[in-house]
């Protein structure tokens, strides 16, 4: 049997160090792609996430509802994710020069239909991309993905669909534009 997520809260709460990183290994993934949503750059979505990781751990005792924790552990990352923007937006500023960011395991991906994709999951608006996240490219059941988000199973759905429309609808566009 697989423990929940407030079954593994509690076990951290005794100073089972090995339920976070049970936690971890489970939301990780997810994490990350909100990260990279932000980032569009695999190395410092990767550091971001350590550091989600990170303030999670240092901040678990806060957490009132521990059956809630995707959720919660999502809001953390889109917290630290806008406070990066903020970090490159006064980084450019200062420097007044462009920000360059590069990503060695992304410059490994050369599939321009990949990153075309990619490119066009970032322009979704942020809950439709991380509804695609979750439930597509993190593999998360139905049931797990509207908890994360709060929904009801309908809502989610509801989410996704629209999701799945308006990519479709971008890559379409895109095949017209280049015909």
């Known amino acids: ?35 990279y949503d932000t980032t569009g750059n695999l190395a410092d979505a990767q550091d971001l996430a350590q550091d989600v990781f990170m303030r999670a ?68 608006p942020a809950q439709e991309r991380l509804a695609l996240h979750t439930f597509y490219l993190q593999e998360n059941s139905v049931e797990d993905a509207r908890k994360i988000f709060g929904l009801s199973r309908s809502g989610f759905y509801r989410v996704l669909e629209r999701a799945r429309k308006n990519l479709a609808e971008l890559l379409s566009k895109e095949s017209q534009d280049v015909q």
């Open 1 to 35: 049997m697989t423990p929940s997520d407030k079954m593994l809260v509690e076990a951290v709460f005794e100073g089972e160090k090995a339920a976070f990183e049970e936690l971890y290994d489970r939301y990780a993934p997810l994490v990350r792609a909100v990260c």
């Open 57 to 124: 751990f240092e901040k678990l005792k806060n957490l009132r509802e521990p059956e809630l924790f995707a959720r919660w552990i999502v809001a953390i990352a889109r917290f630290r994710c806008k406070e990066w923007q903020r970090e490159q937006a006064r980084t450019q500023k200062k420097y007044s020069g462009p920000n360059e960011t590069y990503a060695a395991s992304d410059s490994q991906l050369n599939d321009g239909q990949l990153e075309q994709l990619r490119e066009k999951i970032r322009n979704l």
